[in-house]
Structures are given as structure tokens and as C-alpha cells.
């Protein structure tokens, strides 16, 4: 079988694995070939997700680095036979692979932790508001680009309208609320929206006020994504160019410590909803 001429995030994330692996291990990517009884070239190519990978070989593999843990190897090996045909693939063609791999993340996360600064969680913007935003990108859009843009953001919320929901937390800076991307009626339709996921099973909505200070180290949108183990964790930032995806040991352990430090200078989710309430009555 040839190589994936572009893997999917998902795809590159269980490579960047196996790669961490060997490298904790200590042993060279010759000398993983050898063991495994190939060459440095399938390696390699594994590593970086242009392969696939099977249980068999995920297993000799951690066998070979020695690693010791048993449930992180079992959830790669989850991840490596998972084949899901996710509803994001019908626009492989059509839309830019950062929007089909950040779907693909909320689909497969054991919960999500958002936050956004400048303007209102795509999981929970309305149709009107997301469509306003696409239109105010650089460079322009076409209107037909826009309407498959705005159409896939609103396929995304089945994540938190499906039973049972993703378990989902929303920070929202006040900054984003008063924000007006929209005339004011689209804008009050979207924070009493807000408030109407807030009552859902499984999702929480707190909003950041401006008197709670700053919080260096995040701009724009943040999503943390908790995979099955605390290893496979990841961090999705928004980008002018897409999507950036991290997940080295060290990036996750300065965005867990920064998400706690948001959360804990946000407001509780009662009055959270009471600011947004006052935010839209006031537009």
C-alpha cells in the first residue's frame, strides 16, 4: 500500500507518538527498523503518519521501547484500529483539512475545554453570526466558499446536540460578548443563544469579565481537547493560516495551568448568564 500523500492530524498525532516512544527509549531509528524487521524508511514514514500502523506492530513496537504503560498503549492502539468514515470526510475536496481535522478532534475528545477572546465559540455561534465572520475574512471569500463554511461550523455543534453530549466548557471573554460583528438584532439573537446552550446537559458557559484582569498566552480561540489518557491530550489554536495543533508534554502543561488560571478568574456559570443577559438587553 503507498503512503497517505496527506495524513490527517489524527493520523500524524499517533506518529508523533511512536516517534516520543523511541526517542524516550533512547534507540535510533536504524536500530527500530532492525528490531522490528524493516527498514529506517518504514519507520520513518510511520512516524509520520504516512502509514498505518496495526495493534501487532503497535505493541512489538512498545515492547521494543520498553514502555511500561499499558493503558496509554492500549488507547494508541484504540486510536490506530479506530476507521471511522466521520461526517467531516464528505468535505475532504472541498474545504481546507485544518476545518476537517479540528472536527475530527471534537469527535473523537472525551470532553472539550474553550476559550475565546474575540468573539463567541464557533460550537455555539448561530448561522447569522458565523456567516458575518466568514465575510469579514482576509482575503474575501465567495459567497458559495462562505455558505459551505457556515454550513460545516453548524454541522460541528452535533458534538454538543447529540445524546449523550460531549462533555463541553465554554470561557467566554466579556470582550467577545460586547464585540459587534453584526447589526444588533443578530448580535442579541447570538448572546441569548449562548445562554441557551449554557441550559444543556453537559455544557458550561462562564464568561471572563474585563474587571477579572488579563491572562498573557492566549488570543483568540483555544481548545483543549482531553483524549482518553492525559498523553494524548491536545490543544488546537487558532491561526490566521488555520488550525495549529499541539500536544508536546510541555505545551500541555503550560495550557493546563493557564485554562485553571481563566477559569478561576471567570465568573460562575449563574452569573455568567446573568452578565450576557444584561450584555443583550443593552444592545
Known sequence: MPPRRVPTARQRRLGAELRRMREQAGISIVNAG???????TRISNMEAGRFGVSEERIRTLAGIYACPDSVYIDALVA???????????????????SLLDLAELEHHAKSLTVVSIEYIP??????DYADTLFRLSVPERPA????RFVSFRMRRKCIVEQEPPTPCSFVIHEAALRMQYSDRETHRRQLNRVNDFGDMDGVSVRVTPFNAGGFPGINGSVTYAHGPVPQLDTVQVDAVHGSDFVYSETHLSNYRRLLQRVIKSSLSPKASRDLVQTIAREM
Do not use: Y
Not at 122 to 127: R, S, V
Open 34 to 40: 532492525s528490531e522490528l524487521g524493516t527498514d529506517r
Open 79 to 97: 486510536m490506530a484500529e479506530d476507521r471511522t468514515h466521520g461526517w467531516w470526510e464528505d468535505s475532504r475536496k472541498i474545504l481546507p483539512a
Open 122 to 127: 464557533g460550537l455555539l455561534q448561530t448561522e
Open 144 to 147: 458559495r466558499d462562505i455558505q
